[in-house]
């Protein structure tokens, strides 16, 4: 937990990976693009000091190293694993369910197991999906439209065949669709992660959340928009977040416009793991102000109570989560043995006038 | 080269420098900044007798749009085929994914569908919706420049395109069927002019100068939102201004590592 003027703010990291793009596991030339690509926007990003070698620590960094970094050397309470197929790519998959449910069945309740579903897979996508389903009881899917799959280079939330896919994830209560709308990779003109298709899809299954990843990055004016219509559309500041590091005024002013068009209510913190690591970013986002000028601008804080809602609670919200009672279960622990946290969720800290 | 003694360009013949000022108008669409301000130009080349320039141009990452690229390399094409003197040019991009595509197909002057058969439209539907962003965004920017000359939301809604007039540095801006005319810096009411007229929702005289970014006259009770449209777009670029810049560096640093070793 991080705490902050007396306060404890629980952090749930909305968006994490145990990813492999080891050079074994890489069958296209894709595979290698993505991770390379991957790895300029971690250097870009990341406090010199702090970055990883590509070869050695990016590219895979196992189950063990991950839980590390989040618990131990960050101060992150709960992770929701996002998965990433990429089955064209890599051989055995990027960041699969199932490669994610490794760690997240040995700590369940420190970890949210998302499942993953792509239309094109058809009937048997549907079926793959139940047995998802019933396997991990999912609460939350991630989606990637940009994904390729053979001739196809991508697909739209608002397809037809989308809808039938989303129409199980109502059936079954995966309420949570995490679709990724960010920074472009999807060859070809009619440009991938185009926010647009949400619009229908939030509009047309009001009991589903859409969780849009990367706020929408690189359009963000479309997001904030189709957000300010749509209810159910919330923001994932994975990639947002870590301009608080190299560009504070940059961070503040995308800060601005996020609280001013959607509130603080609907935006969740995430780190994006291993594309950045919290052990930086969760203090470098909370100890992060809006400038004078934003503040008086747009009208928002970035105060105390907005930092606990965006870096747990709105999570907990969507995901059912019980914070004190987690609190009490992490108290003992086998994460919190293990890096000795009992500090942390000691109960309410002494009435300290600090 | 010793001996050998630098040939001197006839005056017709372009030089560096004015091959750089061609590419000046040239934009990455979705930033709505110069390639050359953005440093995307590696390298020009001219040739012998200047008919003949090439230009190497390499954008942030491997993975930026091959749309984005295709427009970037057309564009600049274009603008060095246009000075006096050249006959071609060739664009050159560099470390991208699908650079033989983009090279071949610039440089043999095929369409967009033909480079990318399996692309599912023409680039130009992409380049409008960049263009009306542009357009947005550089509204804002002539909105902010009234606002602060003075002008209230409603005078500022009714502006037609009549009610501008060049001035230099400034441009005066009339109101109340001419009665009174205000100056107002040129920049940013001219660089929205040349947006609005390229997109097509300002062309007449009679046109109303500012509209939503659905291209519709602004209601004056609307003005505030549109206007905080217009903020949102010009942020979202200047983001990704930020993104790519990084990218660029980042990308700039590994390449060099790489050929240090």
Known sequence: MYHQDGEDVFVIDGHVHLWDASEENITHQGGEEFIQCFYDYHTTFTPEERQWDLDEEYRQYGAERMVTDLFEN??????????????????????????????????????????SFDPRDGEPGLEYLEELHETYDLKGVKVYTAEWRGESKGWRLDDEEAFEFLEKCVELGIENIHPHKGPTIRPLNRDAFDVKDVDDAASSFPDLNFVVEHVGLPR???????????????????????????????????????????????????????????????????????????????????????????????????????LEERKRQFREDEITEAFGLEDHYAGEPAAADD | MAGERPRRPTPAEPRRADVLEALEPVTDPELDRSIVDLEYVDSVEIGDDGSHVAVRITLPTAWCSPAFAWMMAVDARDAIEALPAVETATITLGEHMHEAEINRGVNDGLRFGEAFPDADGDVAGVRAELDEKARVARQYDAVEALLEAGFAPDQIVALRK??????????????????????????????????????????????????????EPIAPDEFDLVHRRGRLARVNMSTQGGVCAGLHEARQQRLEESTDD
């Open chain 1, 220 to 322: 963000l004016d479309d997001f904030c928009w189709i957000a300010g219509q749509e209810p159910n559309v919330y923001g994932g500041l994975a990639v947002a977040a870590p301009f608080a590091q190299n560009r504070p005024g940059k961070f503040s002013e995308i800060m601005s416009e996020l609280l001013w068009w959607l509130g603080e209510d609907r935006l969740l913190f995430g780190s994006d793991y291993a594309l950045w690591n919290p052990d930086w970013l969760v203090e470098t986002v909370m100890e992060a102000e809006l400038t004078p000028e934003h503040r008086a601008e747009y009208g928002v804080e970035w105060d105390i109570e907005t930092k606990q809602k965006v870096m747990g609670e709105n999570a907990a919200e969507l995901y059912d989560i019980d």
């Open chain 1, 74 to 115: 960050a101060a992150v309470d709960m992770a929701i694993f996002q998965p990433t197929y990429l089955t064209d790519f890599y051989d055995e998959g990027f960041n699969t369910t199932e490669q994610n449910a490794e760690l997240a069945l040995e700590y369940p309740e420190r970890f949210v197991l998302n499942g």
């Open chain 2, 162 to 215: 009549r009610d501008l007039e060049e001035g230099g540095d400034e441009v005066v801006v009339y109101l109340h069927e001419r009665a009174v005319g205000v100056f107002v810096p040129a920049d940013p009411l001219e660089r929205y002019l040349e947006k609005a007229c390229e997109t097509g929702v300002v062309s007449g005289p009679d046109d109303v100068l500012f509209r939503t970014p659905e291209g």
